[in-house]
């Protein structure tokens, strides 16, 4: 395993996305790389994400918040190409065009943990790698829990 895998695997691993039910993250995005999104000291969250020239690919491809709440995204092309940004928001979804070597911003709010995908669904781009993530990391509260019986594991 090269050190850059090493340390995408590390990562996972330290905040648990490397589990059962959650390889998905691992396999279907490990090409990419893993961001943690920064907090502000208003408690918003902020993180950049960018498609380099000629890769096709979000970088980082999965961005992960430490809690729910408020994203201030930054998304830069820096492609030949335009590509678009379809992004998840509580009740809302944004959508930004991205012609080449432009940039674009959204705040989202995303107060849940979970996953959110998010995309580029111009042309062919999401079958050719513009898929990525963003990860809330915490516990769903007690009220929003499904009430289902214990699964059996294997």
Not at 27 to 49: C, F, V, W, Y
Not at 71 to 96: M, V, Y
Request: proline content about 8%.
């Amino acid at each position: 395993m090269t050190s850059t895998a090493q340390e995408r695997s590390d990562l996972m691993h330290k905040i648990g996305l490397d589990v059962q039910n959650r390889a998905t993250l691992g396999r279907l995005l490990g090409t990419g790389n893993i961001g943690q999104a920064s907090e502000k000291s208003d408690g918003r969250m902020q993180a950049t994400i960018r498609i380099r020239p000629d890769e096709l690919v979000w970088d980082p491809s999965i961005v992960v918040m430490p809690h729910g709440g408020d994203l201030e995204l930054e998304l830069i092309n820096d492609d030949l190409n335009t590509h678009c940004a379809l992004l998840p928001s509580n009740g809302d979804r944004k959508f930004i065009w991205l012609v080449n070597h432009s940039r674009g911003r959204a705040t989202l709010n995303l107060d849940g943990p979970g996953y959110y995908w998010f995309s580029s669904p111009t042309g062919n781009d999401e079958g050719r790698g513009l898929t990525g993530t963003i990860v809330v990391l915490g516990d769903v509260p007690p009220e929003a829990r499904l009430d289902r019986p214990p699964q059996p594991r294997p």
